[in-house]
């Protein structure tokens, strides 16, 4: 060990976002447990609240405040840690920790750099510095070289190898690039792009290539290994993030594998690391050729999944290493006698597959290629590939049940298709596979390596050799193990061998599970153990298999063991919030010395870490896989309520089955879930809720738009494309809408409900038990009904509320809490408008919030509701929001940055993918800190207001005057100017993009020049279809990295903020600190 | 839909695995043991220290690339296998790529087995077999084919001298260096012939029982090789008398046994033994650490161990000897493979040591 460290500053990632998810909760926690262990003093920056590393006992200290180097500064400050830790926070944190070291702060602080030294840090960040780095130890790169003439082009083509790409310098979108082959290919691209430029850059092509990446650890003594390899199933060209991903390689030679092997660890050991890094590879498909794509000098996505696929703790072991210790000085955490100086030996192999979400966007394309679109990810684990990624498909959560037996769904070109991949790539092959196309030919197409080819192809013709049955009895024994063994589920089987009609499906699973089960065909639970089976394993990191003929593990039946199920894929609307919810009820059932059975599968969670609780199941939340675990450990019982709609949705089907559920019954989780078993409830408790109808003709929704009038929320049950949920204004957009994204009939009604314009939107989050509410928190949010409660911005306790209203809502709260018995947690979403409230949905189960209300009063409703759950006591504390000093505000991220052509603008569908909540000593303060940790900045001079429609524009009139105030520029276009002159706000016109050339100053000239530092863009109703003038504004905004805001009231709140209180003004206040 | 000759692995223990065939269709027995690498089953069959045994590959799905091109030579040496045939008596797989797919691939697993007369048997719970060895101990076995007859009694071919059966039987010489190495071939792995010729080493691969002290040499490497060093005490006399020569010796896995009963040491039959890619060895008195490819189910009981030798080597997970060397001589030897293929390459710089020590006598 090097001289005593006694505080240790670690920077987190900020709020989920695309690239950037909660891979960095699980490895900010594991490096807070490693320090932990060794007495050091923990300070934690991190601004997203729902995370389980800002929970009580992990941190000592957190900072809900945003990573930047301004706010870090000022933490150091305050704090004078000895060190810091960069590694454990993504991009976000490197980012950060180099700024700080650029700039002298943590010099000035003398503060130690843990783990890898920034200069490393810079030298894998800065491509010219990498490419002569690892130039200097004879490992290829990929280089291209920029020339002005085609002769030029065509040698360093030649040098280079053909195929080349060509790149035109200076262009956007793409303009002028190709492929070329030959030097006559490139005398006709290269002549092509010298007319938009005059260089190019010409590359070696390596499409079609395999991707391969290695996760490195090294220590202070030199010592090397590397932890796991992954393979990427789809070819370079597709972001590794976007592609499905198999540990450890299958298609690698031990020749291949050890070469590249043997060179990350060269790397690793020239460039200085001291903990972890990830080395990503192209490698030819016809060759041992290769090139470094990249390395990451810190924990990433791929580590935190390689410590998944292998139960190695990489961020733990890093932080270790980064105190001083050697490999070797560390033991295996899994079998706790071996040492941490090893190679995970894997006995299974575990398939990643993305989980897009670009239905909810508008306008975006669905293409995969080089940046990252997908918002979430799946892991699951089986002892082949077939078994890993029928798994997977299913684990993925979009209505699919494995690789084949799933509805049927348009392809308009299967070959473009193939060709071009989207986020439906893998159903495409099924489709071809299933059309007859050959795996030569999908291979020339996709470029995918035959061996995966191959063995999908299996799975179609297990497929068929299933279909030729009619009835269960005659499916040979031997069969029916085999299509279990390559990961058919009973779903699947029902619908090959019973053709089972979707309305009796659930009949027709449960007969292929019991006949299954009359034969014998039972899967068996492995262990995780990182030796393969060399040495016992002390924990419980556990997946099922039908490959396999004896259980790793006893069970013992006494009656202690709990399930909690977990929440899947982190998606739009379910991510890191439903993971502290579910760790928070592991460790209640921990407290109460009840065995804590988990079952969950994404790899980017702390909910899957084998340590958190006393059995990991890390595998599907089907029902067929919890009644299989349910079967093994006859459990006392399961909690649903804490996981998020997934296990919600289970309840019902679970006590169908005999499984006792824990809290709330599914008799009455059904009932709240029901639309119209809720709505008859709501009227018979005499509580009111927007009036809504189910509708299956044309005419019977104009009947009841006639009645209640527009605007209308319009949500079909089928969706043929786009969002599935609109507000319309008029009879025109109505129409429009039907037709473009649904069918209406009988088989697929639609929801109609009246939607009530400038409604306050109110949350309340509670606890009861036996229908009695222990504890709740109301919060509001800050935009008026119309935006997803999922991308508001929520504010904690309610600020702004009648105290009428506050006293309707609970009574509400009160009469359904005991009208549905609940016993645990709910939460329900209601609408006040001149103190008359509605009602618009409730779930009993924990909602998105529950974190951020739990962490702001500091009471942790989960585990009040497992306790109660439990039949234990519950500890309420006798704490009212009314009593705080401070208030919270949860703000929303969006991605839209990533998400290239998606309109930015914030409806009834959820947009964001992550969330953050800071505290303040007043509302404005609050508010600022929590803006600027989701990307916003303070204007320094310059402000676009582009403010929509009459009412739009009077919502931030008072802004607009407040900037005038403060010395901002305010420009404005056309009519948002007339309305503020009148208002007596002096603003600059700019005219709309589509009048470019007209001689005036262009809004579009002065975003891409920079020239505006805060854009305010309202669009002026919820529907039209607009690629238009505003959308051109918002969009170009986001391309151009210029803060945007498309909500009136946000806006205007933001800018109050900002005008009243400066960055200097926020407090660096912990959170211990607000009392 | 499975086709395949059904087939099962029978433990001396009475345990038994249902599988399919995809090998030879013929029975046979021999020590079942386990390795848990993940890469490398076309070198790791051809690995002459696999002879008699069972081998049980942890890793499921195995098969995936083919097996290379088989006419490929360098130096005279296949280039992709590490002999010239597979010594294994049966391998048992979890899951069989019946479709292999690689640039390099020439035949199936299933066909080269097939075409070495070696049984294999797929859908073998895997993991449970190993955990069976892992508790019990290693065990004989039989792999019971359908339509064949079923192997008597559980033979243990570790009762017979294996090192006999799978050395050369004449003196050949391999590469063109300066320095004259002469490799005691016990069931030498090719690619340690390989990574003395790339060193500049001309190698003089001798049978395993030639009194190489009475040849001209400049320096001895001890092979690798298969079974039970107590067997082998000709070899131990002749390394004797090659340490009086004094020139460096460089032992490896069965060498290291037999340089350290040279030493006075005993070796004894480890429970379950270690073969893998993943043993991590540390370098007695230093800090650095190597994760070594390992296939040995004896070891060196250092006890007896001669007051002029010293341990090189110990394994980090269960403290076994991986390794001795000469407290003043250039005699040194470990138990792990530095000549990887399969496995890592990390301990590679050990030929480098032993050619630098062979220079230095030499000067």
């Known amino acids: 060990m090097q001289e005593k460290i006694n505080k240790v500053l670690l920077l987190g990632s900020g709020a989920l976002k695309i690239g950037e998810a909660g891979e960095f909760d699980y490895s900010g926690s594991q490096a807070l447990k490693a320090l932990k262990e060794e007495g050091i003093y923990t300070v934690l920056i991190n601004p997203n609240i729902a995370t389980v590393q800002t929970s009580d006992g992990i941190a000592d200290k957190v900072y809900f405040l945003p990573v930047t180097p301004d706010f870090v500064e000022r933490v150091i400050e305050t704090e004078r840690p000895d060190g810091i830790l960069l590694a454990f926070g993504g991009q976000t944190a490197l980012n950060c920790g180099v700024a700080l070291y650029k700039s002298g702060v943590l010099e000035k602080y003398n503060i130690r750099v843990l783990g890898t030294p920034v200069q490393a840090i810079m030298d894998t960040e800065d491509r010219d510095l990498f490419v002569q780095k690892l130039d200097q130890i004879d490992v290829k790169t990929i280089k291209s070289e920029a020339v002005t003439n085609v002769e030029d082009a065509k040698r360093v083509a030649n040098e280079l190898g053909y195929p080349v790409i060509i790149r035109a310098a200076y262009t956007l979108g793409g303009l002028g690039s190709g492929f070329c082959d030959n030097d006559a290919d490139m005398d006709t691209m290269a002549a092509k792009a010298f007319t938009y430029s005059p260089q190019i850059l010409v590359e070696k092509s390596l499409k079609g290539w395999k991707e391969v990446e290695y996760e490195v650890v090294r220590d202070k003594y030199d010592n090397c290994l590397t932890v796991c390899n992954m393979e990427n199933f789809d070819p370079l060209g597709i972001h590794t993030g976007e592609s499905i991903v198999v540990a450890p390689s299958q298609t690698l030679t031990n020749k291949e594998y050890h070469k590249l092997r043997e060179i990350a660890i060269r790397i690793i050991r020239h460039i200085g690391i001291v903990g972890e890094c990830n080395v990503q590879y192209a490698l030819d498909p016809e060759s041992e050729d290769y090139r470094v794509i990249e390395v990451n000098a810190r924990l990433s996505r791929s580590s935190a999944l390689a410590s998944k696929a292998t139960g190695y703790p990489l961020a733990f072991v890093a932080a270790k290493l980064g105190l001083g210790y050697g490999l070797h000085e560390l033991k295996n955490s899994v079998t706790r006698t071996t040492t941490a100086c090893f190679e995970p030996a894997l006995d299974y192999i575990v398939c990643k597959i993305p989980r897009w979400d670009l239905g909810k966007f508008k306008g975006v394309s669905r293409e995969l290629g080089s940046s990252m679109k997908s918002v979430g990810e799946i892991m699951a684990i089986g002892r082949n590939f077939e078994e890993a990624v029928q798994k997977g498909l299913r684990m993925i959560g979009q209505g699919m049940h494995g690789f084949v037996a799933n509805k049927d769904f348009v392809i308009d070109d299967i070959e473009s298709e193939l060709n071009r991949p989207t986020d439906k790539r893998i159903f495409i092959i099924a489709a071809a596979l299933k059309q007859g196309y050959s795996v030569d030919k999908i291979h020339e197409l996709t470029k995918i390596d035959k061996w995966f080819l191959n063995k999908l192809r299996g799975i179609i013709e297990l497929e068929g050799d299933m279909e030729k049955y009619s009835e269960l009895e005659q499916v040979p024994t031997a069969l029916l193990r085999e299509v279990k063994q390559k990961g058919f589920s009973d779903f699947q089987i029902a619908r090959t061998v019973l053709k089972t009609d979707d309305l009796k499906m659930q009949e027709g699973i449960n007969a292929v599970r019991e006949w299954r089960k009359s034969r014998g065909v039972l899967p068996v639970v492995k262990q995780i153990d990182t030796l393969a089976a060399e040495y016992p394993a002390q924990t419980n990191y556990l997946y099922l298999t039908y490959n396999g003929s004896a259980h790793d593990i006893d069970f013992a039946h006494d009656d202690r063991s709990v399930i909690v199920l977990g929440s899947g894929a982190y998606r739009i609307g379910s991510s890191v919030e439903f993971d502290w919810c579910s760790v928070s009820a592991i460790n209640s059932v921990r407290e109460q010395g009840l065995r804590s059975i988990m079952i969950n599968y994404n790899p980017e969670t702390v909910s899957t870490d084998y340590d958190m609780c006393d059995r990991l199941y890390f595998d599907e939340l089907t029902l067929e896989r919890v009644l299989d675990i349910a079967d093994l450990e006859a459990p006392k019982g399961v909690i649903v309520s804490v996981g998020g709609q997934i296990p919600n949705n289970l309840a019902t089907r679970l006590a169908d089955a005999n499984v006792t559920i824990l809290g709330t019954t599914a008799a009455n989780i059904d009932r709240a879930e029901d639309r119209h078993k809720f709505s008859s409830m709501l009227d018979s408790l005499g509580i009111d809720q927007p009036r809504w109808k189910e509708l299956s003709s044309m005419s019977e929704i104009y009947e009841f738009a006639d009645e209640v009038g527009f605007p209308l929320l319009i949500r079909p049950s089928y969706v043929l494309s786009g969002a599935a949920m609109n507000v319309v204004s008029n009879k025109e957009e109505l129409e429009h809408f039907l037709q473009l994204a649904t069918n209406v009939s009988k088989q697929h009604p639609v929801v109609v409900t009246e939607f009530i314009e400038n409604a306050k939107e109110i949350e309340i989050d509670a606890v009861a038990k036996d229908g009695e509410v222990l504890i709740y928190a109301i919060s509001e949010h800050v935009e008026f009904a119309g935006v997803h409660s999922g991308d508001a911005t929520l504010v904690f306790p309610a600020q702004k509320l009648y105290i009428e209203t506050v006293r309707k809502i609970k009574k509400i709260a009160r009469e359904i809490a005991r009208e549905l018995n609940i016993s645990g947690p709910f939460n329900m979403q209601l609408l006040a408008k001149n103190n008359f409230i509605k009602v618009i949905e409730c779930n009993l189960r924990a909602s998105r919030s529950f974190p951020f209300v739990s962490k702001v009063l500091k009471v942790n409703f989960i585990d009040i509701a497992t306790r109660v759950m439990l039949g234990v006591e519950p500890n309420v504390p006798a704490k009212s929001a009314f009593e705080l000093d401070y208030v919270g505000i949860k703000a929303s991220q969006f991605s839209f940055s990533r998400l290239q052509k998606a309109d930015p603008v914030l409806g009834v569908e959820m947009a964001s993918t992550g969330e953050v909540g800071c505290i303040g000593e007043d509302y404005y303060e609050a508010i600022l800190k929590a803006m600027l940790s989701v990307g916003y900045r303070i204007p320094k001079q310059t402000v676009l207001l582009s403010t929509g429609d009459q009412k739009s524009k009077t919502q931030t009139l008072e802004a607009a005057k407040e900037l005038q105030k403060c010395g901002y520029t305010i420009y404005a276009t056309k009519g948002t100017s007339e309305f503020m002159a009148k208002n007596g706000v002096a603003s600059a016109i700019l005219s709309w993009p589509d009048q470019a050339g007209n001689g005036e100053p262009n809004v579009l000239d002065y975003i891409k020049e920079r020239k505006i530092d805060f854009v305010v863009n309202i669009p002026k109703n919820h529907t039209k279809d607009e690629l238009n003038n505003d959308y051109i504004i918002r969009r170009s905004a986001i391309d151009f990295n210029v803060p945007l805001c498309t909500n009136a009231r946000l806006a205007n709140d933001f800018i109050m903020a900002f005008c009243n209180t400066t960055e200097q003004d926020l407090r660096i206040k912990s959170w211990s600190e607000y009392k | ?363």
């Open chain 2, 1 to 363: 839909m499975i086709t395949s000759k059904p087939a099962r692995l029978v433990l001396e223990d009475g345990s038994t695995f249902e599988g399919y065939s995809f090998g030879a269709p013929h029975s046979v027995s021999g020590e079942v043991v386990f390795t848990t690498a993940m890469t490398g089953y076309p070198e790791s069959l051809t690995d002459p220290s696999y002879s008699g045994q069972i081998l049980v590959m942890t890793f499921p799905l195995v098969g995936n690339y083919g097996v290379p091109v088989k006419d490929e030579t360098k130096w005279g040496l296949p280039l992709n296998f590490e002999s010239d045939k597979i010594h294994v008596k049966a391998l048992v797989v979890s899951d069989y790529a019946f479709e292999p797919q690689h640039w390099h691939n020439e035949r199936s697993l299933g066909q080269w087995l097939n075409d070495e007369n070696i049984p294999a048997i797929f859908g073998i719970d895997t993991r449970e077999v190993t955990k069976i060895i892992r508790e019990r101990g290693v065990m004989l076995g039989k792999i019971v084919v359908d339509g064949s007859e079923e192997p008597a009694l559980f033979e243990d071919h570790n009762k017979r001298n294996l090192v006999a059966e799978v050395s050369c039987n004449e003196i050949s010489e391999y590469g063109d260096g300066d320095l004259r190495i002469v490799m005691v071939d016990c069931g030498a792995k090719y690619n340690i012939i390989r990574c003395l010729i790339e060193r500049g080493a001309t190698v003089v691969r001798v049978p395993w029982d030639t009194d190489f002290s009475k040849m001209e040499y400049d320096g001895v490497m001890l092979s690798n090789g298969p079974g039970d060093p107590a067997l082998l005490d000709v070899v131990v006399e002749n390394i004797k008398r090659g340490i009086e020569k004094g020139k460096p010796i460089f032992g490896i896995c069965l060498g290291n046994q037999l340089l350290a009963r040279a030493a006075g040491a005993t070796t004894y039959k480890m429970k379950y033994g270690h073969r893998s890619h993943n043993q991590p060895a540390l370098e007695c008195g230093t800090n650095s650490a190597c994760i070594t490819s390992q296939n040995h189910g004896y070891a060196i009981d250092p006890s007896n161990l001669g007051a002029d030798w010293e341990p090189y080597f110990t394994n980090l997970n269960d403290d076994t000897l991986e390794g001795i060397k000469h407290k003043s001589g250039p005699f040194f030897s470990v138990q792990f493979h530095p000549e990887a293929t399969s496995g890592p390459v990390d301990s590679e710089n050990l030929f480098d040591k032993f050619i630098d020590e062979v220079k230095k006598s030499k000067k």
